[in-house]
């Protein structure tokens, strides 16, 4: 399976980006989807996740109540809506594809994406 996530760039503070990622090659809807983002300097952390059907949600506390992970199974596609962005939200934000059932977990995912880079300037 390869993903390939978009939607990142420069934003200012309080934007309001949505990120996609899109799977080919295989089906996203026999995995658990999440996000993760690394920033300069610091290890890959975990932020959004959601299960096969998206009755299960998780958000990591920082981006809970601002972020909103959903996915599209037919179109292959899980999102990341991103509201009242902050200076602190600047990373490269990854999408990937658990297959071991520990969402929180980055050594859980099998299937990663590129990466895409959000900036957010105040």
């Known amino acids: 399976v390869q993903l390939q996530a978009s939607g990142g760039g420069s934003v200012q503070a309080g934007g309001s980006p949505r990120l996609s990622c899109t799977a080919s090659?295989?089906?996203?809807?026999?995995?658990?989807m999440g996000w993760f983002r690394q920033a300069p300097g610091k290890e890959r952390e975990f932020v959004s996740a959601?299960?096969?059907?998206?009755?299960?949600?998780y958000y990591d506390d920082t981006v809970n109540g601002r972020f909103t992970i959903s996915r599209a199974n037919a179109e292959n596609t899980v999102y990341l809506q991103m509201n009242s962005l902050k200076p602190e939200d600047t990373a490269v934000y990854y999408c990937?594809?658990?297959?071991?059932?520990?969402?929180?977990?980055?050594?859980?995912?099998?299937?990663w994406g590129q990466g895409t880079q959000v900036t957010v300037s105040s």
């Open positions: 990937g594809a658990d297959a071991t059932g520990q969402p929180y977990e980055s050594g859980s995912y099998i299937y």
């Open positions: 959601i299960n096969v059907v998206g009755d299960r949600i």
């Open positions: 090659g295989g089906f996203i809807s026999s995995y658990v």
